[in-house]
């Protein structure tokens, strides 16, 4: 079994940042992609960023050259810094790791989710 630990949301105002992070433990053989999805009142999830184990990046339109998605393979951890935030950027964060277990079995899991807020 993989836990997932979110921290960093808060309440910030527009222009302002917050830094995300999301750390894994357990039973862990490998981690492959991580990332962060967001879903906000009334709207679908959505894929904000994602990084890979080579250190590969994607990211939403919305959120490029103002997000950046960054991991820490010594510590399985991931991390999203977010800069000039919008109060469009509010939604509750959710962190996503694709993880092989020491059972070598690949299996997604999702973080409990983080609030953001963003005020105009």
């Known amino acids: 079994q993989v836990q997932l630990v979110e921290s960093g949301g808060g309440l910030v105002q527009a222009g302002e940042f917050l830094r995300l992070s999301c750390a894994a433990s357990g039973s862990i053989f490998s981690i492959n992609a991580m990332g962060w999805y967001r879903q906000a009142p009334r709207k679908q999830r959505e894929l904000v960023a994602v990084?890979?184990?080579?250190?590969?990046?994607n990211y939403a339109d919305s959120v490029k050259g103002r997000f950046t998605i960054s991991r820490d393979n010594a510590k399985n951890t991931v991390y999203l810094q977010m800069n000039s935030l919008k109060p469009e950027d509010t939604a509750v964060y959710y962190c996503?790791?694709?993880?092989?277990?020491?059972?070598?079995?690949?299996?997604?899991?999702w973080g409990q989710g983080t609030q953001v807020t963003v005020s105009s």
């Open positions: 996503n790791v694709d993880a092989t277990t020491w059972s070598h079995v690949n299996i997604e899991y």
């Open positions: 990084i890979s184990s080579g250190g590969s990046t």
